[in-house]
Nanobody
């Protein structure tokens, strides 16, 4: 059974940076586009960034210019580099292979002074 494990979250001050990682137990990354999603308390889970199997990327408007998604298929890992973090970025972040029902346990990101 494929498992997804997110890591790298934590508490950071506004303007700070974090790098999230999502490691998969199987070789699914090379076949699937991968997305990073986030869910804040009381809100729906929404797409933050997406990267195709060939490396094309797209971002939700609120993170453009601040976040960068990347992938390393040899390591079965997808990353989300988050810079210039804002309090409104506070959420649980999840990775998700496009078109599947697979989700990891999520990693908490808290941006606060």
């Amino acid at each position: 059974q494929v498992q997804l494990v997110e890591s790298g979250g934590g508490l950071v001050q506004p303007g700070g940076s974090l790098r999230l990682s999502c490691a998969a137990s199987g070789s699914i990354f090379s076949r699937y586009a991968m997305g990073w999603y986030r869910q804040a308390p009381g809100k729906q889970r929404g797409l933050v960034a997406r990267i195709t199997s060939s490396g094309s990327t797209n971002y939700t408007d609120s993170v453009k210019g601040r976040f960068t998604i990347s992938r390393d298929n040899a390591k079965n890992t997808v990353y989300l580099q988050m810079n210039s973090l804002k309090p409104e970025d506070t959420a649980v972040y999840y990775c998700h292979p496009w078109g599947t029902t697979l989700w990891g346990q999520g990693t908490q990101v808290t941006v606060s002074s």
